[in-house]
């Protein structure tokens, strides 16, 4: 559960399955629950689709699921790439920094919104973040990843590659060994560490973007099964239905 504000509304955030307080043990404006398996009563929201894989399995059983070519690159990233994963120390500012740092230069090369340091440093101070990254020592740090951690799931938030891998194609093919490596070692750490699923962060239900649909296709190499969840929010206060409704205004004329 997180509790926050962002232009003088207060939110009070449920993530997964967390029991949701009463409207009037509620201190917020606005409810706002993330990948719930049924949206809550009186909640505006929307599906959430994502890819589950199960790490309560034995770790051989894990790896037998990726797809053979997806657990070659796999081996081929350690053994003759050399690549090393590590976890990283998400309570350092100084990490957090770098990491927003790469993923700034990654989202401004793709068109994508920057990501929120306040946010993670939040999560950071409620042991919600797990951050990572695969590098070798030549080439540095070649692929990051950033997960909220919550009710024994680690979700993924972010990955980042970075932009000087975009031009050669032997360095981008060693990137993309880099970025399955550093999935795999994740899931690998979260099971020792007791998590007992691994969210892939969404999943593309639709069947016209083509870059969207290739990042399926990607996650969908590791196994994992399909869920839809839901996202939504619920107004508790006058404010929250001021918010709420300024929201759908300005949502329709974006649209």
Request: one cysteine or more.
């Amino acid at each position: 559960m997180l509790r926050y504000e962002s232009k003088n509304i207060s939110f009070l955030e449920l993530w997964f399955d967390a029991p949701a307080p009463s409207r009037h043990d509620c201190p917020a404006d606005v409810l706002r629950y993330r990948q719930r398996p049924d949206p809550l009563p009186g909640s505006q929201g929307a599906p959430f689709h994502t890819l589950l894989v199960d790490l309560q399995q034995p770790e051989s059983e894990i790896f037998a699921a990726i797809r053979n070519t997806t657990r070659a690159k796999i081996r081929r990233a350690e053994t003759q790439d050399r690549i090393d994963c590590y976890m990283l120390d998400e309570t350092s500012e100084t990490v957090r920094g770098e990491f927003c740092a790469r993923y700034l230069e990654f989202a401004s090369l793709r068109g994508l919104p920057d990501v929120d340091p306040d946010r993670l440093h939040i999560l950071a101070d409620r042991r919600m973040l797990a951050l990572s990254s695969a590098s070798t020592t030549d080439l540095g740090t070649i692929v990051s990843h950033a997960y909220l951690i919550s009710r024994g799931r680690a979700r993924l938030l972010h990955s980042v590659t970075a932009r000087r891998y975009d031009d050669q194609t032997t360095i981008r093919q060693s990137a993309g060994r880099a970025n399955r490596l550093l999935h795999w070692a994740d899931m690998k750490h979260f099971r020792l560490q007791g998590i007992h699923t691994y969210d892939f962060g969404g999943w593309y239900e639709g069947q016209e973007d083509r870059e969207r649909l290739g990042i399926n296709k990607f996650k969908e190499e590791f196994g994992g099964r399909h869920v839809c969840e839901h996202d939504g929010v619920v107004p508790l206060t006058w404010k929250g239905k001021t918010f709420m409704t300024l929201s759908r205004i300005v949502g329709g004329r974006g649209r």
